[in-house]
């Protein structure tokens, strides 16, 4: 679930133009369904990324340094890939932790210990280095589980293979999140070695339950909160480059609310206990057909559009800053629309939406989306039984301002009103979106030093995905940037890489240079006003 | 899916008096829901079973052999229990087609042999004793899968232990079914060996999948029918004694049509080869929402009303014959009907139905039931994809005149007129039902001997099951009746038993009384007109 955009601070005034479609009752299983109404766009204006003046810093030394021990920092990254950090089975938790915590102390941080929390650990750190910045870095020690059997490679070897983009790391959190991280510290080792001091102090906040949706990262935040309000700036270290070494900064993300929704038998009707013969339907309610019919209420037949009452209210229309933001990105839209049907495997999207209308949605649209629907028999063949229940993973992403209270509150309230209080929900997750504004010095340093190895970024507002950035956002209200040069893939899948040596002529960074690129992106931060 | 109920040729005139209840367009969502109409009723006329004279006949010689051989008879279970035959699985399968054929020649069978089908081999066996009547014994030799674990005994070993209702052999397939045909067998071998010949001929024709749904019981009969016809009767030993001794005489079946519904992405839209992240639900179509809206279509939002434009047309209404039955039947609907819900842990029949009303919709209606749903992560806690398929599993039960043809007709012509031509539709399962007359000899030769050991049997038109015992009814023009004395449960579930000695003062019969019975049955069949 890893979403690593960075967040934008809200301070315009805002303007609901964006019109809801409900379409209940009478003909509501007709075709044509209803649709979302476009997203209105006031402004063709672009923002222009290569306006941003290039990072000017050179550290020659500390690139010196980091070309002389590339052996031992892809062993770095190597080890944190070894030691397995399952959080959904609690597999290598505790010593994830604690190697992060030892890297910590190892790195000269005063501060390095774990955090306690109503689920697995955080890890908190900090190194004083008497400058006047303070850098905050948001990790994230854990990762998805492993299907051993689909992969090339023993998934916690830390195996380097070769690729067709060159040698590559292959592992369970080669690049989300291990390997950009572990890059990160060996820049901030390269400069301690070097120099010193690094040029900001650091406080370091990881938790090992971002797989998990971050239940308990709050309860990090509130333990720290007064140190961390401290800081002048959020980071999460991430590997921002597209196959062909494209670079692309999200500067938010959307929010979530993931539900679960149970249908069972009880007073009003159904099997209670166990499952019964398929036949005796005939006399009694099935808890399936009522999930079934629940859900239904909620969107239009398409699947497309909420038809939950006032669930568009609360969206705002874009902001000029996000309409230049996205008429920027047009420029490579199509071709980057066309990669992702193709890697996605869509043979066409949604309303059969397009160019900036399809981008638009994408950026700012909400969704209802069902994870996981489950039943009865799922088995080959026939078997013919009447579930005592049934149960709905759903999730829908929020965009400013949507709350994941608000959006509870009207999915309760629109199936009570349904007639459906008999389904049980439970929340799961839920956390709004976060956004960081483009003209936060912090971004615009990013920017730069992008800018300073030739990787202009594709800026946008957001991505599709959530992660709980809001804490840093809103909480406490500092800029997020989450970045790095470095390219990677298959993040929840089998066969997860990192690059670590590019193809000659590649434009992705090698894991030297993503070492290079933090060094500068610390200098820069450190020289924002 | 074993529910052994005998069957009932129709002959009255038929008038439609049952009223369709769509529901459609307008409203749809909105309690209260409409509901099926109520089964009308023109006669309280009571069918009496024990009006039919006891049967006469006293067989000692062969009642004494059987009390000789108490501990033999119980082998001969216990060696067909103790070998596996899970269709499902193919456990054992062939293995236990030969150990009935082998039983077969062993019991002088002329005729013993395994008949090839698509699926698992049948056996067919024929003892020709020049008798005037030949009755056609209809067996399955499958068994359901079993999940050890849940087992307090090894469900091959043929364990006999004991119970609240006495000894039990517990088991897979101790009453489903291997135990009552055992039963029988051990009736058939009495008589050989006391008396050298039956008074019937027998026809055996036995199955490898009715766990299965019977896929390919018909290729048997293909190649069998013109022996079949030359039979008089139609037979299916079975433990048809309730725990307190009570008998039920079920007289048909309900048909079945069991679909596979499948939406997958493509042209339309949806990810086509694999899950995709949930946060694209911004952009793309839902194979899963597509399936839920799908569903919701062909029920009102109670799930108790099948939608489908005339999916009730076809039901005639209750004859004079099943009227009379249900309402003989009435007498201890109370008790049963509460018995029932105790033991399916269900609070509340469908719409509130009682008394007659209940039972008339349960012999009389049919359903529509989802036995199985599923897509995208059934696991706990949270993962946000968005599924490329989602399946539901559905079955509906028929009854007279629906045939499984019409209602996959109506089903599929209402989804594509609710514009969800993309859902594919697989037949996993379909044949009619069938029904004996409680007029015919054989069926009132099967209450005369349950009167002479007092068990004057509850006789059903039909109960809520399926069996494609239609081949026997509809194709060979044959009586069928699915009788025997004794008492098992936990077909399909652990611990499955059957009684073997029931416990002092207990209406339940003993393994040698089952055998009894069907010595008595088989003399009685001989002597019907």
Redesign the interface.
């Known amino acids: 679930?890893t979403?690593p955009y960075g967040v934008l601070r809200l301070a315009l005034p805002l303007v609901l133009l964006l019109a809801t479609a409900q379409s209940?009752?009478?003909?509501?299983?007709?075709?044509p369904a209803p649709s979302q109404s476009r997203i209105s766009f006031t402004t063709n204006e672009r923002f222009d990324a290569r306006a941003v003046p290039a990072y000017g810093g050179e550290h020659r030394d500390v690139y010196g340094y980091i070309d002389g021990h590339r052996a031992e920092h892809l062993e770095q990254v190597q080890r944190w890939l070894r030691q397995p950090s399952i959080s959904?089975e609690g597999n290598g938790i505790r010593e994830m932790a604690n190697l992060l915590r030892q890297d910590l102390t190892a790195l000269g941080f005063q501060e390095a210990e774990l955090v306690p929390t109503s689920g697995h650990p955080g890890v908190w750190g900090y190194l004083d280095q008497g400058a006047p910045k303070t850098l905050l870095v948001y990790m994230m020690y854990d990762v998805q589980p492993v299907e051993q059997t689909d992969w090339q490679v023993n998934a916690f070897e830390g195996a380097v293979t070769d690729h067709q983009l060159g040698r590559v790391l292959m592992a369970r959190g080669a690049t989300n999140q291990k390997g950009p991280q572990r890059a990160f510290l060996n820049a901030v080792s390269a400069i301690r070695a070097v120099r010193g001091k690094l040029p900001v102090n650091l406080m370091i906040a990881a938790e090992g339950e971002e797989e998990?949706?971050s239940p308990h990262y709050p309860e990090i935040i509130d333990r720290y909160q007064a140190r961390m309000r401290e800081a002048d700036g959020v980071m999460f270290p991430s590997n921002s480059q597209g196959r062909t070494g494209e670079v692309t900064l999200s500067l938010g993300v959307?929010g979530?609310l993931?539900l679960e929704l149970e249908a069972r038998?009880?007073?009003?009707?159904?099997?209670?206990?166990?499952e019964?013969?398929?036949?005796?339907?005939?006399?009694?309610?099935?808890p399936?057909?009522?999930l079934?019919?629940a859900?239904?209420?909620l969107?239009t037949?398409?699947?497309?559009t909420v038809t939950v009452p006032g669930y568009y209210d609360r969206i705002r229309p874009p902001s000029d800053e996000e309409q230049r933001l996205v008429n920027a990105r047009l420029e490579g839209w199509g071709e980057e629309e066309q990669g992702m049907r193709t890697t996605?495997?869509?043979?066409?999207?949604?309303e059969g939406?397009e160019g900036r209308e399809?981008l638009a949605?994408?950026i700012f649209?909400?969704?209802?989306?069902?994870?996981?629907?489950?039943?009865?028999?799922?088995?080959p063949?026939?078997?013919?039984?009447?579930?005592?229940r049934?149960?709905a993973?759903i999730?829908t992403?929020l965009v400013p301002n949507q709350t994941p209270e608000e959006a509870l509150r009207l999915i309760r309230s629109h199936l009570a009103a349904?007639?459906?209080q008999d389904i049980s929900i439970k929340v799961?997750?839920g956390y709004p979106p976060a956004q960081t504004s483009v003209d936060e010095p912090w971004v615009r340093a990013a920017i730069a030093v992008l800018n300073k190895y030739g990787k202009t970024p594709v800026v946008s507002p957001r991505?599709?995905?959530?992660a709980p950035y809001y804490v840093f956002t809103q909480r406490l209200g500092l800029p997020m940037v989450s970045a790095g040069l470095g390219h990677g893939s298959g993040a929840h899948a089998p066969n997860e890489y990192m690059v670590v040596e590019p193809k000659p002529g590649s434009r992705i960074a090698s894991l030297s240079e993503m070492e290079k690129f933090y060094v500068d992106l610390l200098f820069a931060f450190a020289g924002t006003p």
């Open positions: 679930m979403h209940c009752g009478t003909g509501r299983r007709e075709p959904a998990l949706g959307k979530i993931y038998g009880g007073e009003q009707g159904g099997p209670t206990k166990a019964i013969h398929g036949s005796l339907k005939v006399m009694t309610d099935s399936v057909w009522r079934v019919q859900l239904a209420t969107t037949p398409d699947g497309n996605l495997a869509v043979k066409r999207w949604t939406l399809l949605r994408m649209g909400t969704t209802l989306n069902i994870d996981g629907l489950v039943a009865g028999y799922t088995g063949g026939v078997k013919t039984i009447l579930p005592h049934a149960v993973k999730d992403r349904k007639g459906f799961l997750s991505g599709t995905g959530s």
